[in-house]
Every structure is written in structure tokens, then in C-alpha cells.
């Protein structure tokens, strides 16, 4: 046993470093309450406390700190999406994702290992050279590949289906990667803290005491307490969240599943993602394959994850590694996930004055907790939304200004 150990252990005069402080007790009043202590909240709180000096601030979470979602996903991180608004969104997460570990003085992990998605047929492939295209004209790292590329990027899939699941070429991501997502959350909430801001882990958010367009309470189950400004950052539960304080969200929440294999040594060196399959692989940095794939197929409030998931993720996991057929499975989970029809997230103003919104994020708002934090922080700051989150309006649901992503989310979130 370490001896360190066993001198923060029997010594009254060591006591451990806390990173995050017991939850207080609840104030009657706070500038800015964040309902969700998920990776968005806790991003949302550092960048206020920090880049705009706003420390009244409580976040409020019904669990235990990040057990959301952010808990549950898999980690891709990456800026190869469709349209415009969203490369140029995920780019700069991408960007805060790689200074991620300085600025919380804290190892996320990030891993930059490039993402390779597989094409099958040559609709595929024609998609991929529109969206390579796009991402090129916007700063990122977005090349088409062909069959002696992928072998040589992953050289240990199999390439000879042939038939309708050969390997035609792929789109090769070089900004793709993963962090560790515990470590992220973790990191955004010790800074945050550390500033001042309350975290309230066990404080569920039942209502809201609205009047003359403003919410004026956020009442809890431990009490209610009056707020300058209130953002909605509940995950899977955006939807019921909202339409507590009357908001109707155009969200329908699905189940998402993923699953693990035993530790292997070090194989599987990018991100690897077929669109036909529905299956994607990443190996962590414990040596486990992740494995996942697309949402179950009816809505449901539910985490429990199911026989027919894993036989699909299983099957499209050996047909593309068929050497994984001798591996054993660790484990499976599932999360709740907040669907928008496009595919986009929903970002900025409500109908309430003081009511803001961090929500739809779906199966792919992980890589987006930097910059939503970011971005969200700044517009509670300042009271108006910046240019970089216009397009992610809920209005654009009424102006049927949609910004289609779901080719680009598919199959790898
Ligand atoms: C299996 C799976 C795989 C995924 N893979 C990826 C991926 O590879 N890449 C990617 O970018 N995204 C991925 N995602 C999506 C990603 O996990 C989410 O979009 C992201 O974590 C959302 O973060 P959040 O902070 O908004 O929500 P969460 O982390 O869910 O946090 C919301 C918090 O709000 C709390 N809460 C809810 N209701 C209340 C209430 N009434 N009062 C107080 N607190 C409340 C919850 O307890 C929760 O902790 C995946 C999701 C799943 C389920």
C-alpha cells in the first residue's frame, strides 16, 4: 500500500482535497440557477464564473453529479456534420476540447485519434465527398478515402464482405477523438466551485412559479427559491422540464444503448463507424471496446438496455472485427435521449424572458459541452444570443428554418 495512503488515512492533520464541496444549504435567492448537473450545466457555470465574474450561481441536479447522460455516452468528439451552422458549432468545441485539460487544470483525456466512418455503397460515398467538401471549406480535417486508405487507417477490419457490405471507401476525420466524460464534468464543477458556485447534488426541480412572462421561482424539493435567470440543462428530461414552466418542446425521447467488451491490449487505434451497419467501435483508454449504435425504435423513459441491442451491436461489431466473436461482453447500459426532428440542438431564448434553454441534445451532446457551456454562458451574461447559436433557435422549428444533421448522426453521435 502506498505509504501516502495510509498517512491521508490515520492522520487528523491530512485530510484529503476535496474537489467539489458538500452541498449547502439552498439560498432564497441566486442569480442564475441552472437546473441539470450534467456536463452542460457544469461547462455553463465555469464559463460564467470565470470569463464574466457571475459566481451567484446554483446548479441544481436531482441525482448525483453527471449521471445523465453524461455519464452513459460514448464519447465522440468530433466536427464533421452537414450543414454550415453545425460544422462550424462542433469545430469550436473541437477546438476547446483540445485546450480542455489546461484550462481546468485537470487530465479530460483527450484523445485525438482521428474518426473513420465507413462507406458501403456509393450513395454513401457521394454523400461523404459533399460533407468532406463542406468540412474542408470550414477549417476542419474532412477527407474521403478509398479502400486502400481505410485498410491501411484500420488495418485490421475486414475488408472482403463484398456484396452489399463491402467496403467502398470511407470519410477520414482527423479532428475525431474522446476524453474521458467523467473527468470532464468533474473538471468543469471543481473550477466552477471553486469560484463560488453552488453545486446542489440531490435537489429535484418539480415547478415554477412564472408571472408577467418571467419564471419567478424554481421551486425544488427542497424548497423554492427566486432567480434572476434560469437555464434548462435536464438531458433526457428537457422536454418535461420545459413543459413544467409551459414550454412544449418539439422533442420525443428515445432510449440509447451502447455496450463494452472485456480489456484487450491496444488494436483499434481511431474511432471506427459504419453508416449501413449502425454500429460503431472506439477503444478506451482501459483497453474495453465500446461499442454502439443507433436509438432503440419507440419513445420511452427507460435505462434499461435489452437482448435485441445487443445482438445487433454485437453482430455489426464481428462483422466488422470477426475476430471479436471470441470476446466477452463487460457490460450495457442505455440513456434517455432528447430528439429534435433535425437532429440539432436547441439553444438560446424561450418564451419566458428569463428562461433559457440548453436542450435536444440528443445522441450527440457530449462533444458539444465545452462550447454550449461556452456560448450559453456568454448569452445569459449578456442578455443576447451570438451569432454562433442563432441558427440553433426554437423558433426555427416555427420559420421551418431546420438544419437537417440527421445523416451526420446517425450512425457515430
Ligand atoms: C448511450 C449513449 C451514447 C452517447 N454517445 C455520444 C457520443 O459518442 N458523442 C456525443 O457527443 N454524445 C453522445 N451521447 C449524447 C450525450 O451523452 C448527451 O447529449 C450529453 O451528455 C448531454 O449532456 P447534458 O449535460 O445536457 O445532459 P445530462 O448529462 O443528462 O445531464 C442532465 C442532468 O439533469 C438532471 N435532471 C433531470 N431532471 C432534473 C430536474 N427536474 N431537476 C434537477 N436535475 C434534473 C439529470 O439527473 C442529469 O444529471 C450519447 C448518449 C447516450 C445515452
Known sequence: MPFSLLKYGFSRTYPARRDIPPTPELKRYYDIVIIGGGGHGLACAHYLSKYHGITDVAVLEKGYLAGGNTARNTTTIRSNYITPEGIAFYKEGVELYERMSQELDFNVMFSQRGQLTLAHTEATLRSFKARAAMGTHLGTRTEVVDQKEVGKLSPLLNMDYGGPLEILGGLWHADGGTARHDAVAWGYAAQASRRGVEIHQRTEVTAFEISG???RKVVTDR?????????IATGGMNYETALKAGIELPIRCYPLQAMVTQPLKPWLHTLVSSVSLHTYLVQSSRGEVVIGGGSDPYQLYSTRSTLDMKEHLAAGAVHLFPFLQNVRLLRQWAGITDMTPDYSPIMGASPLANLWLDCGW?????????????RMAETIASGRVPDILKP?????????????????TAASH
Not at 451532446?365 to 462550447?371: C, Y
Not at 440553433?392 to 451526420?408: I, P, V, Y
Open 213 to 215: 412572462g418571467r419564471v
Open 223 to 231: 424548497g423554492a427559491i427566486a432567480c434572476g435567470q434560469v437555464m
Open 362 to 374: 440528443g445522441t450527440w451532446g457530449f462533444k458539444a459541452t465545452p462550447v454550449a457551456g461556452k
Open 392 to 408: 440553433f433557435s426554437m423558433e426555427r422549428f416555427r420559420s421551418f428554418r431546420l438544419l437537417n444533421e440527421m445523416g451526420a
